[in-house]
């Protein structure tokens, strides 16, 4: 199998390491030119391609992530990058594209499964959703992926939250979070891939949790103060993700709850 990933960072590198263990051929696109790395190929994927990217693949991923979080940024790394991805691979079979959770919009703290309805209020879930639409109807056999939130090393968003101190805002009911370890999240479509899975999968752990029992867990685990409480309104955007779907394809996770992955950072 030869794979071209578009986007060659924390995530999409390790994809492209699972993907190599697996035995497949991968080559990566990246945004700068890397003279002595012969399996990196340098392309501005927001700007149309000059000519078609040679050589003969069998499934592309869109595994690429914004610089800025504004919908301008968002657009032209999601929609349009993958618009002018398919344009200079137009005989590759397959496509994956790396998606998000946000899409689902709220859902008032409900379960949601891959057949619940998207309707996401915020303009990140809005154009990843439009991006799933372009994958899904390319013409060419589509896998998305939904990822929750990604975190592991280097990417400790709620450690910084706990040591900054500052209060806490709660709601009823409260906020689901929804996440994956990055191990995982590759780990896992590097098994959907090399399935040859096609259709949609949400990409989480076993765990929704309120984010309040998180932020203590991980107080307490710290050694450090519980944050503060606060009242808010209702959550925007909240729901909680289940992973039946992948599970069922014998996805086993080696994190599958937020105190597995996060007691493995803080050791």
């Not at 492209?16 to 080559?27: F, K, N, Q, S, T």
């Not at 000519?51 to 968002?74: K, M, N, Q, W």
């Amino acid at each position: 199998m030869r794979v071209l990933i578009a986007g060659s960072g924390d995530l999409g590198g390790r994809i492209a390491r699972g993907l190599r263990a697996e035995g497949a051929d991968v080559v990566s696109i990246v945004r700068r030119p890397r003279p002595n790395e012969p399996d990196k190929l340098a392309f501005d994927l927001t700007q149309p391609l000059a000519s078609p990217i040679t050589g003969e693949f069998d499934v592309l991923v869109h595994c690429l992530s914004p610089a800025h979080r504004d919908e301008a940024s968002y657009r032209a790394v999601y929609v349009d990058a993958l618009q002018h991805l398919l344009e200079a691979c137009p005989d590759v079979p397959r496509v994956v594209f790396v998606s998000s959770t946000a899409v689902y919009g709220d859902h008032g703290g409900a379960w949601v499964d891959e057949s619940a309805p998207c309707r996401p209020s915020a303009f990140n879930g809005q154009v990843l959703l439009d991006a799933e639409r372009l994958a899904q109807s390319c013409g060419r056999e589509a896998l998305v992926l939904r990822l929750g939130g990604i975190y592991g090393p280097g990417r400790e968003m709620l450690l910084r939250r706990i040591r900054s101190g500052e209060p806490l805002p709660v709601s009823d009911p409260p906020l689901y979070t929804n996440r994956i370890h990055v191990d995982d999240a590759a780990a896992a479509a590097v098994h959907l891939v090399a399935q040859g899975a096609a259709g949609v999968f949400n990409l989480v752990d076993d765990m929704p949790a309120a984010q309040p029992d998180v932020l203590d867990w991980l107080a307490d685990r710290m050694g450090l103060p519980r944050l503060a409480r606060t009242a808010s309104g209702p959550a925007p955007e909240n729901k909680r993700i289940a992973n039946a779907t992948l599970r069922n394809t014998g996805f086993v996770f080696r994190y599958p709850d937020f105190r597995a992955g996060y007691d493995t950072l803080l050791r």
